[in-house]
């Protein structure tokens, strides 16, 4: 019999009396998406605590990349831990962290020397890119993105602009970061077309950031995803990086990527920058770089990481047992050929969902590349209103037959499985988000 196994309804018993005693005693803080407990995975098929197997396109929120529990990385890391658990790098040294460095160096775009630094979330890679952009240039700005989000800590958050919850009562966050629109073409904030808007949402930065209040020799560093995750799966038009990269030359201003989501396999290639030809100066990884295991890293350019000792620094960042499981993931991409088959499933899914829209009008836009795709879902397709409550449903009615998939956005249904995942459990996936689009589309 195939997947998914739904044995009782979700979430079962079980699943309710873990979720009752998270409520009375864990920080109500999470904003969870469905009541889903895990037991265990495998590959693309994960089992709740009460034995039901959904097919996984969450892939544990765009981190298990190489699926779940694979074997070479269980046996990585059982031999690490055998070695040894942990030795400050602050401190010292050990092999493995120099190891992934240089087999990272290889896989970042640009043809110059990187310098590695290591820490444990996505959060914490991003607060090394602030620190880092500062250090180097002397200078306090950061402009960041709307819609963005970078993670939690407090310069992170600063970043961060995609729910107004994210910020809320946080003030003051850190100062010198200035927000710009992102170039979010079906829902373009100047109401212009591609190609025929000149990339107006570059040139008004000059027009009206830097020739008006930001003045642009104190900008440190633009800091962007390269597909927005968490703001819609939004994907850029082609050119856009080339247009962002010359305004940033003229004002030696750097250009960080945050490929935490987008990283590591997710669109078929290494990193989304290079779908774009674009080289960042800096590059923050966390997510799919370690199968699982905490693990954030902040690649630059090496000229760049001219910091002195003292500067900055982690205790558990880059432990030796994520080290280990980030060079067998990286190793299994590789012999596997995850790439390629991110790139086939993920080109499948999008025609697939590209098909679906004939028959089913809530479905606005369908976008992304390799395995990280976006469906936006509008009430209309002319007035695009959002259909936030009706992506909640759709979600919602997924998880209850067995295909986990998570919203962004405002009104966006991502998709994200593991690299490995086949398209047969892409099409039993589809086979449930069509029967559930029509049944929410019946009460439009
Ligand atoms: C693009 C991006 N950057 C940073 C983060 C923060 O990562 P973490 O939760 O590991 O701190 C996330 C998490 O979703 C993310 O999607």
Known sequence: MGYPKIVVKPPGPKAREIVER???????????????????????????????????????????????????????????????????????YYENYVDLGETLQELIPGDFEKKFFYGNSGAESVEAAIKLSRWHSRRQGILAYIGAFHGRTLGAVSLTASKPAQRRYFAPLVPGVEHIFYP????????????????????????????????????????????????????????????????????????????????????????????????????????????????????????????????????FGGNPVSASAAIEVIKIIKEERLLENAEKVGGHLMKRLREMQDSHPMIGDVRGRGLMVGVELVKDRDSKEPAKEETEEVMMRCFEKGAALVNCGVSVIRWMPPLLITEELIDSALEIFDGVLGEVEKKL
């Open 22 to 92: 998270d409520h009375a005693i864990i920080s109500p803080s999470f904003g969870r998406a469905y009541p889903l407990v895990i037991k265990s995975g495998r590959g693309c098929i994960i089992t709740d605590v009460d034995g039901n197997e959904y097919i996984d396109l969450n892939a544990g929120l765009a981190v298990c990349n190489v699926g779940h529990s694979h074997p070479r990385v269980v046996q990585a890391v059982k031999d690490q831990v055998d070695r040894f658990l942990h030795y400050s790098y602050t401190d010292f």
């Open 184 to 315: 979010y073409c079906y829902r373009c904030p100047f109401n212009l077309e591609y190609p025929d808007c000149g990339f107006r949402c570059v040139t008004y930065i000059d027009d009206y950031l830097f020739k008006k209040f930001v003045p642009p020799e104190e900008v440190a560093m633009i800091f962007v995803e390269p597909i927005q995750g968490e703001g819609g799966y939004v994907v850029p038009p082609d050119g856009y990086y080339k247009a962002l990269r010359e305004l940033c030359d003229e004002h030696g201003i750097l250009i960080a990527a945050d490929e935490v989501q987008s990283g590591f396999g997710r669109t078929g290639k290494w990193f989304a920058s290079e779908h774009f030809d674009l080289v960042p100066d800096i590059i923050c990884m966390a997510k799919g770089i370690a199968a699982g295991l905490p693990l954030g890293v902040t690649a630059s350019r090496a000229d760049l990481m001219d910091w002195t000792p003292g500067s900055h620094a982690s205790t």
